[in-house]
């Protein structure tokens, strides 16, 4: 016999899933109304400082007991749902399918969008630029290797704006048909995935075999099916290619994180908590990269992150990528950016997008 009091505290349960239930319909219907408004406007569906705003908002509301990050999760899917009832979405990414790129894509859009695998980053942008595929999902740098070369290069060129930005962890996992890691004879995965790997592998399993892939998406679609292989990838490789996970968090570093970009048409409004990439170049003369960031420096405004990058086609040549707090349309901003203009030889503004405040 099950005790009343458990009893009475399922009933009680099962009246708010009632509550929740009705309650996300309403809303749903909402958002297919602000979604005919939007259409009416010419407005686009997905809207990331829109969508930060509201994240704030339920932070804002929430009492407790569920976690800030839960409630995050559960609200993403729900927004996910309710762009989906004004138009699907279409995201692309570098793929595989089950690639940390697509990990990052679903977790930041939700599992309600449509996404497409693309061979290389330049293809993630071509797609997005000849509006076949609404936004992309492109890795930028990684807290371990640094910069992705072909990001800041196409960055350089492209009409597409930075929309938002994605910090995930990089968590691996060994994944495999075996039901023990005694079984396991080999070992596949992308160099990098291997090496991030290299002291958990020689501590549980010192005599298996290392094998490099192109991915590691790859890997794990090499090993099904096979008793005594396994893959090292993401917990998402498992999920989709049905595939046991053995061990998770097997990196050495536990910092070891990737930050993605979001590319797409258009503009952000301000939120109050924002960041603005931007890249410039200087003249070859003493002194000039330092009076170009004194136009930061002397309004107070934090960049967070500056790095030289080469310029195509001209030998030691750099242009400065730039992330600095603040939206292009802060009034401190637009001074810096037009004496910045008056400094340098080349400055274009990348996007102004909500600052990101945690880890997927």
Known sequence: MKPRRLEILRGKMKDKD??????????????????????????QVYDPAQEAKVHDYLQELNPGPLPPKALS??????????RDLQKPMTIAFLGPEASFSHLAARLHFGE??????????????????????????????????GSVNVTLDRLITTQLKIRAEIYLRISQCLIS??????????????????????????????????????????????VRGKKN?????????????GVNLLAEGIEDNSSNMTRFLVIGRGGNDVTGDDKTSLIFATSHSPGSLHSALSSFARRKINLAKIESHPV????????????????VTDKHVKSCLRELKKKTTFLKILGSYPKSEGTL
């Open 18 to 43: 009632r509550d929740i239930v009705r309650l996300l319909n309403e809303r749903a219907q909402i958002s297919v109304q602000i979604g005919r408004v939007k259409g009416e406007g010419g407005m």
């Open 73 to 82: 999760t559960i609200f993403r899917e729900i927004i996910s749902a309710s």
């Open 112 to 145: 309600s969008s449509l996404f497409f695998p693309q061979t290389g980053i330049s293809r993630v942008f071509d797609e997005v630029e000849k509006g076949a595929i609404d936004w992309g999902v492109v890795p930028v740098e990684n807290s371990l290797e």
């Open 177 to 222: 048909p075996a039901k023990s890691m005694k079984d396991i004879k080999r070992i596949y995965s992308h160099p990098q995935a291997l090496a991030q790997c290299q002291v958990w592998l020689r501590t549980n399993l010192p005599n298996c075999v290392l094998n490099e892939t192109e991915s590691t998406a790859a890997a794990v679609q090499m």
């Open 229 to 241: 292989e396994a893959a090292i990838g993401s917990s998402l490789a498992g999920k989709i290619y």
């Open 312 to 327: 195509k086609d001209k030998l030691w040549e750099y242009s400065f990528f730039v992330d600095m707090i603040g939206h």
